[in-house]
């Protein structure tokens, strides 16, 4: 009897870690989709950024001018 009762404990114990695991895996894929979120963000943002507008360059006159002399 008292080995078949370790048994069902060890039974129930591998299944609560499994569960345990599962949570631990799905929380890890939540916030491994958030971190790809954030980085494809961040390189939308930067290619923006690196892409000069007409509309930029005509706001900053001394860009232009420093733009002019290096031509």
């Known amino acids: 009897q008292p080995s ?3 048994g069902a404990s060890d ?3 591998t ?3 499994n569960k345990q695991q599962r949570q631990l895996i799905a929380e890890l894929e939540n916030k491994n ?3 790809l979120q954030e980085i494809q963000r961040l390189r939308l943002e930067h ?3 690196s892409q000069p507008t007409p509309e ?3 706001q ?3 860009l232009l ?3 002019r002399l290096l031509r």
């Open 4 to 6: 078949q009762q370790r």
């Open 11 to 13: 039974i129930s114990f």
């Open 15 to 17: 299944i609560d870690a």
């Open 33 to 35: 989709r958030e971190i």
């Open 47 to 49: 290619e923006q950024a």
């Open 56 to 58: 930029k360059a005509q």
């Open 60 to 62: 900053n006159p001394t």
């Open 65 to 67: 001018a420093e733009l």
